[in-house]
């Protein structure tokens, strides 16, 4: 069953040869300004300079200063994003932006969507760093460019696909048990460039915390939070136009709930996944100034939820599984001219989720179809000035229509000065859970829709330093949240609005040759309530920050790396209405790290010695959710 979502791509690699080998020179050599997520020349200094929204771009040369575990470690230092984390390594963890919920952020890998339909969101740990190249983040609505759940921005994580042979791997241990390895490697050969890389992440998951109930001070040890993770990448490259890659990952993990009164309630819970992702992505070229774009991913996500004291449905507790299929295609004409470069887009796409605590009037397997089709064009006004338009309209199965449109534009004023501006209309349909889990789901919700206004300016006063500022305001219509229907029980319900309105400040800088990194983001939002509920109708929106501060320095010359990082998490509310007992505290962490590296004609080595959390700060970013401690870890990665 596993393997049932690797035919297409095998089929795909089969067909791949007679798709290119007509090619010819003439064809090959059209130029044009595209909309690409990013520019990748220079990117982590150059990503918001050369687009119409806010963007960022975590490059290869900026994730191996920081040398994340996981994606959420990284995404931590954009402007404008929140990481909810449910706890240490084994923890599940989402981002947001611009005071938006999960499933209103596209997660994507390759360009392939990885949001899932059963719940919206994505859980970013799922994903090992060592296997990703660089990560690009659009801020801003997008659902005219990229569909649905990318209402609040999109964070795309690409695999490094060296045309090379490369060899690798790394090994590091840290506090709690944590043990992380990784082999990769890739070689050409006479059908293309083909690589493999496998990773294995464990963590004990216990760990001590401090915390008070009632005001009396306890000490706790936090249990039952233990990983074990396996993942296989496989990838294949014909040509610089085509790209086949299968990601494979098994997962056991505990689960535990929230701690209340000082025990943690589902202490026993497990959770054990095997997820498969594939994606093709290809070119062909039809002339000079045209070419056709094929995108092709599914996704088989088979999900087991374990819980013996959980008896809300039998004496015997939850043993719950979820089978998800997923799979999107889309074929996309580019045609560019002076002074306009047109895009036109049909996708389709088919998802279905299995399980047995749905409904009782639905059956045991819910599906969505849906096909949408978009244009997308970008005008060069004249030089220094461009007009980005966009149009998609989507038809659901299980959620009815959306039509989204976006109008975005920049100008550079001068050679170090550029001003963007773009407004958009955006939608999320309803995720399986909200439509159909069983006691909580409502057939009739409606899609979510937002409209977003963005203006913003980036300075660039030298080559080396970049200094970005965005202003945005979000309108949420039909927002869907869960509402309590009893004392044990709750709803998925479309109650209305909510507003956000915000600005984020983002300043890059690699001075002295790009010996020293610097960057720092500051974020200031207000997420509130606007349905006209009595008791809630202006209060904050649950667990989003008003304050968002990051940093960092990164210092590498010769034999030498070192640096540290920072961040700061204002207060925010556990539960609607901004009651001060559901209040959850402000936090500060701090990491540093040193390292050295050696070289030789056939290899190198890196050494590094980190530590998370140095001033042991006793934090939570999910209510009753303990993070740990100070972490020590040591990674030894060798290239050859």
């Known amino acids: 069953m596993v393997l049932r979502p690797l035919i297409p791509f095998l089929l795909a690699i ?38 119409t929204q806010a963007s960022t771009s975590l490059d290869a040369h900026f994730l191996k200063s920081i040398a994340p575990l996981q994606a ?19 923890g599940m963890k989402t981002v947001s932006m611009r005071g938006g919920s999960a499933a209103q952020s596209l997660v994507m890998i390759n360009g392939i969507r990885l949001s899932s339909a059963q719940n919206g969101q994505f859980d970013l740990s799922a994903v090992p760093m060592a296997m990703v190249d660089h990560v690009d983040v659009v801020r801003g609505g997008a659902s005219a460019l990229y569909g649905a759940n990318a209402m609040t ?31 990769h490697g890739s070689s050409p050969t006479a059908i293309g460039t083909i690589g493999a890389s496998i990773d294995v992440l464990t963590s004990s998951g ?46 056991d993990r505990g689960v ?62 939850l043993n719950e599984r979820f089978i998800l299929r997923d799979m999107a295609t889309g074929v ?41 089709v978009s244009g997308h064009w970008q005008w060069n006004v004249d030089e220094g000035v461009m007009v980005e338009g966009g149009l998609r309209a989507d038809a659901i199965s299980d959620a009815g229509t959306a039509v989204s449109p976006l109008l975005a534009a920049r100008w550079s004023a001068t050679s170090w000065l550029d001003v963007r ?20 789901g409502t057939a009739t919700l409606r899609p979510e829709r937002a409209v977003m206004l963005d203006a913003g300016c980036s300075v660039r006063p030298f080559a080396w330093l970049v200094c970005d500022v965005s202003a945005f305001n979000a309108n949420t219509h039909d927002q869907i949240i869960s509402v309590p229907t009893s004392p044990v029980s709750w709803s998925a319900q479309n109650v209305g609005q909510a507003t956000t309105t915000g600005v984020e400040v983002g300043l890059r800088a690699m001075p002295l040759d790009e010996r020293l990194t610097l960057h720092a983001s500051y974020t200031r939002q207000e997420a509130r309530d606007r349905t006209g509920r009595p008791g809630l109708d202006g209060t904050l ?49 701090v990491g540093i790290y040193v390292g050295a590296q050696a070289r030789s004609d056939l290899m190198r080595i890196d050494v590094r010695l980190s530590v998370d959390n140095l001033l042991n700060e006793d934090y939570v970013v999910v209510r009753g959710y303990p993070m740990p401690g100070r972490t020590l870890r040591i990674l030894t990665n060798v290239s050859l």
């Open 153 to 183: 921005g999109v964070v795309n994580m690409s695999i490094a696909m060296p045309m090379k042979a490369t060899a690798g791997g790394l090994a590091s241990v840290g506090s709690f048990e944590e043990h992380h390895v990784n082999a």
């Open 421 to 440: 501006t773009s407004a958009s209309y955006n939608f999320r349909p309803p995720s399986f859970t909200e439509l159909y889990y069983l006691n909580y």
């Open 541 to 589: 929106l649950p667990y989003i920050p008003q304050e968002l501060f990051n940093g960092g320095v990164h210092w590498k010359e010769d034999v030498l790396m070192m640096g540290g990082t920072w961040s700061y998490t204002s207060y925010r509310y556990a539960l609607p209405g901004a009651q001060y007992a559901s209040l959850v505290q402000p936090f500060t962490v």
């Open 256 to 317: 535990p709930g929230a701690v209340v009164q000082g025990s943690t309630t589902n202490a026993r819970a497990r959770m054990s996944d095997a997820d498969v992702i594939g994606g093709v992505n290809g070119r062909i070229p039809l002339s000079s100034t045209s070419d056709l774009m094929v995108t092709l991913g599914t996704r088989y996500w088979d999900q087991r939820y374990v819980d013996p004291d959980a008896t809300i449905l039998g004496r015997s507790g």
């Open 72 to 90: 959420s470690d990284a995404l931590s230092y954009v402007p404008g994003l929140a990481i909810r984390s449910y706890g240490g390594v084994g």
């Open 332 to 372: 996309a004409f580019r045609s560019a001219s002076e002074p306009l470069v047109q895009t036109y887009r049909v996708d389709a796409s088919y998802a279905d989720l299995r399980g047995a605590t749905l409904q009782p009037q639905v059956p045991t397997v819910v599906q969505r179809r849906q096909i949408a």
């Open 14 to 51: 089969v067909m791949l040869q007679p798709l290119y080998a007509g090619d010819s020179v003439a064809v090959d050599t059209m130029r044009a300004r595209v909309r690409e997520v990013v520019v990748r020349d220079n990117a982590f200094l150059r990503a918001d300079i050369t687009s």
């Open 206 to 251: 216990a760990f001590p915390y401090y915390m008070k109930v009632d005001g009396v001070p306890y000490d706790v040890n936090r249990e039952n939070s233990d990983m074990h993770s396996l993942s296989g990448l496989l990838h294949y490259q014909p040509t610089d136009r085509w790209t086949v890659f299968a990601l494979a990952r098994s997962a």
